[in-house]
């Protein structure tokens, strides 16, 4: 049991990491209470199946793969997409933290990002999320995914490509 975590590092891990995990959630759902419900959901899961985790340090990405599923989940249950709202400021913030006075021109960026997003299926936008918004490289998204790194890379830039083409007005298909 050496190295397996407790209930209560659990629950502090949880405090700390809470905004990435809502703006990942967030960014499948697009909506406050949705993506609210996936974090409890997720951290239920993973409460639940505590002793599966056996080494502190890996908690980020096995919660964000939780989480990952979780709003894949939410996502085929519900099989309909909720529009980013136009005066929500929520992760936005959370995303790009300390823009405060000149927001207006990143807002913008991220409403096009956010639609960019929409046309990608939800397997898709796993790739971006992790690499743009949390950062990890592609061998540390092929671990977490259990994956080849080849087929992280490839299917990474197939959905950045899908995104390009949306935003320029291209064909996609």
């Known amino acids: 049991m050496r190295g397996h975590i407790k209930k209560q590092e659990f629950a502090e891990k949880m405090m700390e990491n809470r905004k990435r995990l809502y703006c990942i959630a967030y960014s499948y759902v697009k909506n406050e209470q949705d993506a609210l419900d996936i974090i409890s959901e997720a951290a239920c899961k993973g409460l639940l199946h505590l002793r599966d985790l056996e080494r502190a ?3 980020m990405t096995w919660m ?3 989480v990952i599923n979780t709003a894949i ?3 085929r249950k519900n099989s309909r997409y909720t529009a ?3 005066d929500s400021d929520g992760c936005a913030e959370m995303i790009y933290p ?3 006075q000149d ?3 990143d807002r913008e960026a991220l409403m096009d990002l956010y639609n960019a997003l929409d046309i990608l299926e939800p397997e898709e936008r ?4 992790l690499r743009y918004f949390e950062e990890y490289n592609f061998r540390e998204i092929a671990q977490m995914l ?4 080849s087929t992280v890379k490839s299917r990474f830039y197939r959905a950045l490509e899908k995104m390009k083409q949306h935003m320029t007005g291209g064909c996609v298909g």
């Not at 796993?126 to 999320?129: E, M, Q």
């Open 57 to 59: 340090e890996y908690f």
């Open 64 to 66: 964000t793969k939780i």
């Open 73 to 75: 989940d939410s996502i």
């Open 84 to 86: 980013l709202p136009e």
């Open 98 to 100: 300390g823009n405060g």
């Open 103 to 105: 927001a207006e021109p």
């Open 126 to 129: 796993t790739y971006i999320v």
């Open 146 to 149: 259990k994956l080849p790194e």
